[in-house]
């Protein structure tokens, strides 16, 4: 009897009145790739922080290598012999590759021989990395082989790994597979958490499925469906997406971009260069790229947060509003999601029904006539949305930083659909939310396509853009490819015109 590398017996976390973790019985064996699946809310957060020490539990006991133990806090878990790559980096962007791995390492002496041991290891495990490069210049990608090697150097016996393809290219995760394949034949346990279940099928050994904190199932996801997996997180059958219809040929330009050059806002930004781009009514054009290559610039310039150099720049419904500021674009017909929903899409310390009235105060939505708020008219649509899009919370109206990020989503994006906006741009639309979440959301972008509004969704998730979009432009250090038919274009093209090998030219060497 193999004895695991790490065991969760009995686990349960109480927040106040809410039980994260109710009970959850987990082993992690040696050499084994470990899916740990489940719904936003589900509880997988909660569980990972007190395997890494960053959270305690209420009740329940952690076995490492078959021994109880306590673990107090991260540097005691990466003592034992625990490591965790997290979704979100923890890089220092003006600090090199070597400068920001020692600060994770203890007793380094001198950082030339560290240099020596991170480029021997990234080289020995396919994760290539100059070590005197600042970390502000590297790809999304190369930032995650960073979190890698100085997880590596600590020599871990178990990886938890957290949602790590969410900003790669389909060519690296497959240089990220390759990786963890060969980590596992060499006896490390690795703890996989994602929302992709092609990629769970494909690599991971054994999965556990949490639903409302507890463990509701496990299987070897290798002999499952990826439909099956998503109906065992969500406790019902997961529908597909319908897909979207191509608008009429002569469909009017909702939105259009013309030969747009802006210079970049600060030294970590890219310039947007020559982007050209038209919209038609029914349309959804999805946008694919790498993190970093100028998805925020472009989105900041069609929402209005940073103005063209000319008014005729951009046109919504053929008004020209390139100097025009967001709410002016919003009266037009548009309304806009941001990548980050905290702080951009919603104010975190107001009420849903007050973040309610600062998108929608000047657009004749009646929350605001007159300039006096009408508080009931802003609750009923608060109301109205987290009914349609299953928005989970503990009150009736809580402050927004009181949802899971995933009921954050729903609620921002319904926030702006609810509107029928006749132009929308959207950035990561379903950016961590599991799949009956992520299906919603994209099914209420084809049904608004479908009744005629024009659509710009910026995403790195490459399977979202193929299922909803009809036509796929790239964007890449700052210019936008011709957007072409999505049944023209395969999987691995786009991935290639993400890393700027086979990138068509841009829309207006056609246009003119």
Known sequence: MVVPTLAAIGITKDFSTLRANDNVDFAIRPGEIHALLGENGAGKSTLVKILYGALQPTAGEIRWRGQPVTIANPAAARRLGIGMVFQHFSLFETLTVAENISLALSGVTSLDGLKGRIESVSKDYGLPLNAGSVVADLSVGERQRVEIVRCLLQQPQLIIMDEPTSVLTPQEADDLFVTLKRLASEGCSILYISHRLEEVRAICHHATILRHGKVVAECDPQKESAKRLASLMVGSDVHGVAPPEPPPEDAAVRLSVSRLSLPKPHPFAIDLREVSLDVRAGEIVGIAGIAGNGQDELFGALSGERLSPGEADIRINGTSCGRSGITARRRLGAAFVPEERLGHGAVPRMRLSANVVLTRYATGDGVAPAGVIDHGAAMKIATRVSEAYDVRKGSPDPEASALSGGNLQKFVVGREIDRKPTVLIVSQPTWG????????????????????????????????????????????????????????????????????????EPEHAHAH
């Open 433 to 504: 939310v599991d799949a009956g979440a992520a299906t919603t959301i994209r099914q209420a972008l084809v049904d608004l396509a479908r009744a005629g509004s024009a659509i710009v969704m910026i995403s790195q998730d490459l399977d979202e853009i193929l299922e909803i979009s009809d036509r796929i432009a790239v964007i890449t250090h700052g210019r936008l490819s011709r957007p072409r038919p999505s049944s023209d274009l395969p999987r691995e093209a786009i991935g290639l015109m993400m890393t700027g090998i086979g990138m068509v």
